[in-house]
């Protein structure tokens, strides 16, 4: 068995007491000293499930690398996300419960982290690491939630939940526009591609200092755009097209991991470089799930099991560690790997899990555990509304098939809850809720508490958009994305204007061309703009503060002009002048 790297603990009492994450010494680009620290790569999937590796009994869709990861590293047979995606990314990047976060769903006013989150790029960059973010991020367009202000130095992102949405339409998966460094990048070439093509790039362009490079695709996820290349060969199986097109994105990620294994290993930084490959919720279409109950978005163990890959030198290969885990997990076994030390008041949910990586504790006594999933459309999380509490055998699920309604009122006294033993019914097939009403009771208490606590950290109130900040300025309102939404009806946006001044506002008519009058409502004021027929610019005078800035177009004859759907028509440009 290779040589054990040494634990944090360890580390922290050869160093003393007094040590500090900055006397701590920093591994040199390619050098193999084990004990300390690793470059890290984390690979996050988009709508990729569980079953859509071969590893996991898919015989059919063709991942020989993917597959390699988890032969050569350690696999989290149990690794739980939230069932959609801004609130996975907002847990990995945090450790916390996304709903202290700001995050509350995946748009309409709901994907929004708080600013003041630290963030696992901001600990690993303060303490030594280049930070390099290329694909998906999802918790913010706007100052101060944008990746390069929270502890990403490069950065190539699209905005909104995916190319081809909101704010940039149209789009594509081909030569797409992108966000470099905050400016507008028009990429040539497959999306997926490009990112792992400037991931190596980062890579290779400063040897200094370690790395932690986060490469979240937005690859499976619809629009399944992706060359007839990679779908022929599922079409000729047998499949339909969906599931060609899915299967064909997933063998293009498979690829581009082959392409990044060849170029760690040509750099000599294999021994040195810990990849780790999460998906962020389940399958996004119906399609083989290695038997796990529905999909994404639900609560059952299909909509939040997900694949979870470490794969570093030291470690023993093509080992299975079944004990739950998270993606609140992977920032604080992060911050443990890198020897880096968690400020004293940030309160993490997640737990190290290098204790078990290390193999410095054995599966049977690792304490259990209950981790808590939940997530449902609205900016008011509800109590109990398409919610799952797991422990290591038992799991609650509480409202199944919710996650849509935005209507419904959970019942506080007599919830409907349902209980299952996944040790024997790993597909969830058996309510065993009558049964055993005292476990019930344990994990509906414990549920309880946590929503509690998580409600107690910001009320679920989202991240709130700095205007007039020179960092951001002009900056985009995004209607669908990032606007109030209630009831399906766009109400302002939630922000901060840093600066009283004249803000020149540039509204989106589409094809509204006549006469009309753009309004703009702040802090009880109204201020009444007349556009003629064409014109979507006026200028409105802001004060400083905080609080719901509306601003909608009213066309003469018609009036207020509401528009609910995921397009473009609404978006304002706002620049202080």
């Known amino acids: 068995?290779?040589?054990?790297?040494?634990?944090?603990?360890?580390?922290?009492?050869?160093?003393?007491?007094?040590?500090?994450?900055?006397?701590?010494?920093?591994?040199?680009?390619?050098?193999?000293?084990?004990?300390?620290?690793?470059?890290?790569?984390?690979?996050?999937?988009?709508?990729?499930?569980?079953?859509?590796?071969?590893?996991?009994?898919?015989?059919?869709?063709?991942?020989?690398?993917?597959?390699?990861?988890?032969?050569?590293?350690?696999?989290?047979?149990?690794?739980?996300?939230?069932?959609?995606?801004?609130?996975?990314?907002?847990?990995?990047?945090?450790?916390?419960?996304?709903?202290?976060t700001g995050v509350i769903h995946t748009s309409r006013g709901g994907a929004k982290m708080a600013g003041d989150e630290k963030t696992l790029a901001e600990l690993l960059q303060d303490s030594g690491y280049r930070t390099g973010i290329f694909g998906k991020w999802h918790l913010g367009d706007n100052y101060p939630m944008r990746p390069q202000d929270q502890g990403f130095q490069e950065t190539l992102v699209h905005r909104g939940g995916g190319i081809t949405q909101t704010p940039d339409i149209p789009n594509s998966y081909f030569d797409p526009l992108l966000w470099k460094n905050g400016k507008e990048y028009h990429g040539k070439g497959y999306c997926t591609d490009i990112f792992f093509d400037a991931a190596m790039d980062f890579i290779k362009s400063d040897r200094s200092k370690p790395f932690f490079i986060y490469l979240p695709t937005n690859?499976?996820?619809?629009?399944?755009?992706?060359?007839?290349?990679?779908?022929?060969?599922?079409?000729?199986?047998?499949?339909?097209?969906?599931?060609?097109?899915?299967?064909?994105?997933?063998?293009?990620?498979?690829?581009?991991?082959?392409?990044?294994?060849?170029?760690?290993?040509?750099?000599?930084?294999?021994?040195?470089?810990?990849?780790?490959?999460?998906?962020?919720?389940?399958?996004?279409?119906?399609?083989?799930?290695?038997?796990?109950?529905?999909?994404?978005?639900?609560?059952?163990?299909?909509?939040?099991?997900?694949i979870s890959f470490w794969r570093w030198k030291p470690w023993q290969e093509g080992r299975k560690i079944d004990r739950i885990a998270a993606h609140i997990d992977v920032m604080p076994t992060l911050l443990d790997l890198c020897h880096v030390q968690k400020p004293y008041d940030l309160h993490l949910d997640g737990k190290s899990l290098l204790p078990l990586l290390n193999q410095e504790i054995t599966q049977d006594s690792w304490p259990d555990r209950t981790l808590f999933l939940q997530c449902h459309r609205g900016l008011e999380p509800k109590r109990y509304q398409n919610c799952a509490a797991v422990s290591q055998r038992y799991k609650m699920v509480g409202y199944p098939g919710t996650f849509n309604d935005e209507t419904l009122e959970p019942s506080l006294s007599d919830p409907e809850l349902e209980l299952y033993d996944l040790d024997s019914d790993p597909g969830e097939e058996r309510d065993l809720s009558a049964e055993n009403p005292s476990i019930l009771a344990r994990l509906r208490q414990e549920y309880e508490s946590w929503f509690d606590s998580v409600e107690q950290s910001r009320q679920f109130t989202p991240g709130v958009i700095h205007l007039g900040n020179p960092a951001d300025n002009p900056a985009t309102l995004c209607r669908y994305q990032d606007s109030h939404y209630i009831h399906g009806i766009p109400h302002g946006w939630e922000v901060e204007i840093e600066k009283s001044g004249r803000y020149q506002l540039t509204i989106d008519r589409a094809d509204l061309t006549g006469p009309g009058q753009l309004v703009v409502k702040w802090k009880g004021r109204e201020q009444h703009i007349p556009l003629k027929s064409g014109e979507n610019r006026g200028t409105a005078e802001l004060s400083s503060g905080k609080g719901r800035l509306v601003i909608w177009f009213e066309l003469e004859g018609l009036g207020r002009m509401t528009f609910s759907d995921n397009g473009t028509v609404g978006d304002v440009e706002i620049m202080l002048l």
Do not use: W
């Not at 360890?10 to 500090?20: H, P, Q, R, T, V």
């Not at 990729?48 to 993917?66: A, K, V």
């Not at 739980?80 to 995606?85: N, S």
């Not at 470089?273 to 998906?279: A, G, H, Q, R």
């Open 219 to 306: 690859t499976p996820h619809t629009p399944l755009e992706v060359s007839k290349e990679y779908t022929q060969p599922y079409l000729e199986k047998g499949f339909d097209e969906p599931t060609a097109r899915v299967y064909g994105m997933v063998k293009n990620i498979d690829d581009n991991l082959a392409r990044l294994f060849g170029f760690l290993s040509d750099s000599k930084l294999d021994q040195d470089t810990l990849i780790i490959f999460i998906s962020d919720n389940g399958p996004n279409t119906n399609r083989y799930n290695a038997g796990l109950r529905q999909r994404k978005s639900s609560n059952y163990e299909g909509g939040i099991r997900a």
């Open 1 to 100: 068995m290779p040589n054990k790297p040494a634990s944090r603990r360890d580390f922290i009492k050869a160093m003393g007491i007094g040590s500090i994450a900055s006397m701590i010494p920093v591994k040199l680009f390619g050098q193999s000293n084990n004990a300390q620290r690793p470059n890290v790569i984390l690979i996050l999937t988009d709508d990729q499930g569980f079953g859509d590796t071969g590893i996991h009994s898919n015989e059919h869709i063709d991942t020989p690398n993917i597959d390699r990861l988890a032969r050569e590293g350690q696999e989290f047979t149990r690794f739980y996300v939230e069932p959609v995606c801004a609130p996975t990314r907002a847990s990995l990047m945090t450790g916390r419960s996304y709903y202290r």
